[in-house]
């Protein structure tokens, strides 16, 4: 089992950077593929970016790329997502996800745990 709190959201103008943290608990966190996915208001949950179990291998929508960066600290049971030149079409509750395995998956449901996510709202 393993609960995840996320952290980190908030009210920023177009352009502008957050970080988000997702804190784990449990001894095995160095086991789990994690990711982020967010949901707008009245839109589907979507994949955003995920991590292998080392941080070696990392994923990205393509909304998203090159202006994200996920990475995770083992030794601490957190992971982070760096939002550089945040856009308003990235307002969304952000989720932090957990699963067993190497396979990273774009579907919530290839994702066994959940955060209850971290708003983040980017004005123009």
């Known amino acids: 089992q393993v609960l995840l709190v996320e952290s980190g959201g908030g009210l920023v103008r177009a352009g502008d950077s957050l970080r988000l943290s997702c804190a784990a608990s449990?001894?095995?966190?160095?086991?789990?593929?994690m990711a982020w996915f967010r949901q707008a208001p009245g839109k589907e949950r979507e994949f955003v970016s995920a991590?292998?179990?080392?941080?070696?291998?990392?994923y990205y929508a393509e909304s998203v790329k090159g202006r994200f960066t996920i990475s995770r600290d083992n030794a601490k049971n957190l992971m982070y997502l760096k939002m550089n030149s945040l856009k308003p079409e990235d307002t969304a509750l952000y989720y932090c996800?957990?699963?067993?395995?190497?396979?990273?998956?774009?579907?919530?449901?290839?994702?066994?745990?959940w955060g209850k996510g971290t708003l983040v709202t980017v004005s123009t």
């Open positions: 996800a957990a699963r067993g395995g190497m396979y990273y998956g774009t579907g919530p449901e290839e994702y066994a745990y």
């Open positions: 449990g001894r095995t966190f160095s086991r789990y593929t």
């Open positions: 991590i292998s179990w080392s941080g070696g291998n990392t």
